[in-house]
């Protein structure tokens, strides 16, 4: 009998390997915990092949209508636990709150974070990060009539603004957002910027670009094999580039405060939180950190103005597309506010039909369909399944907010059904556009006082229309991932 090659016996050898290798791959993930069911993920590449990397949450629905509301898919080699529909997702982050408190890496956007900062952080750190940050803005007024005046200065200067447009066609994008942005700018730096400030709209078009990246198709292939993609060039770095001018921008101006704050009479967060840091400077376990200044910084100055300009450049361009809830929220305005004084937080609640809008547009835009992605912080039984610590779980907002259980007609925009019998403004459960439970969002009460107060006091001043025909208009976003970004549009406002 002929021996075997020295060359075969390696081949042979390096196929064994291969087959040994992959079936550890391909075996590993049914090893973890008792996980729900989900699509068979292949070696290495998991779910990959099966989600629309433009659409994630189109797929992820799809496989909800095979494998149930809790299922697992997988990206890459590490299973994400997919929570559907309002039932499961109250479930999870409300009725077992701790186990689901834990925050996962979105490699495309948090490796500029490394753990830093309240949205980013976990465990201990994340606990005094977040009580930190809900007191001192809490402090500055934040639910109290100071800020509440803040804003309305803020109104004012955007309505004059406005006016410079006469009722020319234009894109609300940067007018909006600058505005919005000023709000937190106040609270953080202890200032806002002129809207002509180069820096400020530099600045502001930098934090647009960053939302929009981190729903693009590269950002999705970077969050599947963030190690790979790391060091190969190209566009899914473009997000991280953004956020490192923003972190440059924002140690700069910590830099100057540092060398100005007076430690005994804070005026800022940015203020309170070096007032923290000289007081723990002798604890060597401290999470008042410059690391943590920065990126929380960062975490309240980006949070607070993407998600509230998106929200009303979503809810003004619904509103040009339905000119008949234009027209009852003008009605409501002139009964309660009438054309002259500006609006005021005791105004809502006097408004049902402007409230119940504000809830639809939030519902609707559903802006964050995602929520931000959460872990398990120790092995969890969740229905019949037992998920390992450290598991990653996405709690779906949108399969919340389009709820066909929840909602009658969910795609369709109903203000109405935020009324009761009455026209009283009328709760819903499966409403969670600032997510539930430990992780919700920390900056809630101030977005709710800023979306009515923006809102109220430009439909008081204008009249919004259209250059095109309303049923041209279309709702469809132009990035729907992590965060939901609606199409750009033109909008002409008349003096009323
Ligand atoms: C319309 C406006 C807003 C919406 C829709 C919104 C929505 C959300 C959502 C869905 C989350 C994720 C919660 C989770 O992990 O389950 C979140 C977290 C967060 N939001 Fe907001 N947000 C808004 C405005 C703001 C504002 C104005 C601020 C800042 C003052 C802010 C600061 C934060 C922070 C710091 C977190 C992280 C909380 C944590 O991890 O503990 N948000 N927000």
Request: glycine share 6%; net charge positive.
């Amino acid at each position: 009998m002929e021996l075997a090659s020295p060359a075969s016996v390696s081949l042979l050898l390096l196929l064994c390997l291969c087959c040994m290798v992959l079936t550890v791959a391909w075996k590993r993930p049914y090893h973890r915990g008792q996980l729900p069911p989900g699509p068979a993920p292949l070696p290495l590449l998991g779910n990959f092949l099966q989600l629309d990397r433009k659409d994630v949450i189109k797929s992820l629905k799809k496989m909800r209508k095979r494998y149930g509301p809790v299922l697992t898919v997988y990206l890459g080699s590490r299973p994400v636990v997919v929570l559907c529909g309002y039932k499961a997702v109250k479930e999870a982050l409300v009725d077992q709150a701790e186990q689901f408190s834990g925050r996962a890496e979105i490699p495309a956007f948090s490796k500029d974070f490394n753990g830093h900062g309240v949205v980013f952080a976990n465990g201990d750190r994340w606990k005094q990060l977040r009580r930190f940050s809900l007191t001192t803005l809490r402090n500055f007024g934040m639910g109290k009539r100071s800020i509440e005046e803040r804003i309305q200065e803020e109104v004012q200067c955007l309505l004059e603004e406005l006016q410079k447009t006469k009722g020319a066609p234009f894109d609300p994008i940067f007018n909006l957002s600058r505005a919005v942005s000023n709000v937190i700018c106040s609270i953080v730096f202890g200032n806002r910027f002129d809207y002509e400030d180069e820096k400020f709209i530099a600045l502001n078009k930098l934090i647009f670009k960053r939302f929009r990246a981190a729903g693009l198709t590269s950002a999705q292939l970077y969050n599947t094999f963030p190690g790979i993609l790391e060091k190969i060039p190209g566009p899914h770095h473009m997000g991280s580039k953004c956020s490192q001018e923003i972190i440059s921008f924002i140690s700069e101006r910590i830099k100057m405060q540092q060398a100005t704050v007076d430690l005994n009479d804070p005026q800022n967060f940015i203020d309170c939180f070096l007032v923290k840091m000289e007081e723990e400077k002798q604890n060597p376990a401290t999470e008042f950190s410059l690391e943590n200044l920065v990126m929380g910084t960062f975490n309240l100055f980006f949070a607070g103005t993407e998600t509230i300009s998106t929200t009303l450049r979503y809810g003004f361009l619904i509103l040009l597309k339905y000119p008949q809830v234009q027209a009852k929220i003008h009605q409501e305005i002139d009964a309660v506010i009438g054309r002259e004084r500006i609006p005021t937080m005791d105004d809502r609640h006097k408004m049902p039909y402007t409230d119940a809008t504000l809830h639809e547009i939030q519902r609707f835009s559903d802006i964050l369909p995602m929520s931000l992605p959460h872990m398990t912080t120790r092995d969890t039984w969740f229905r019949e399944y037992l998920i390992p610590k450290g598991t990653y779980v996405y709690p779906l907002l949108n399969t919340v907010h389009f709820d066909p259980e929840e909602h009658r007609n969910p795609e369709d925009f109903i203000p109405e059904r935020f009324l009761d019998a009455n026209g009283c403004f009328q709760k819903q459960n499966a409403f969670m556009p600032f997510s539930a439970g430990k992780r919700v969002c920390l900056g809630e009460s101030l977005a709710r006082m800023e979306l009515f107060l923006f809102f109220t006091a430009v439909l008081q001043r204008f009249v919004l229309s259209s250059p095109v025909d309303p049923s041209r208009l279309s709702l469809v976003p132009d990035v729907s991932n992590l965060g939901k970004v609606p199409p750009r549009y033109q909008l002409c406002l008349l003096r009323r």
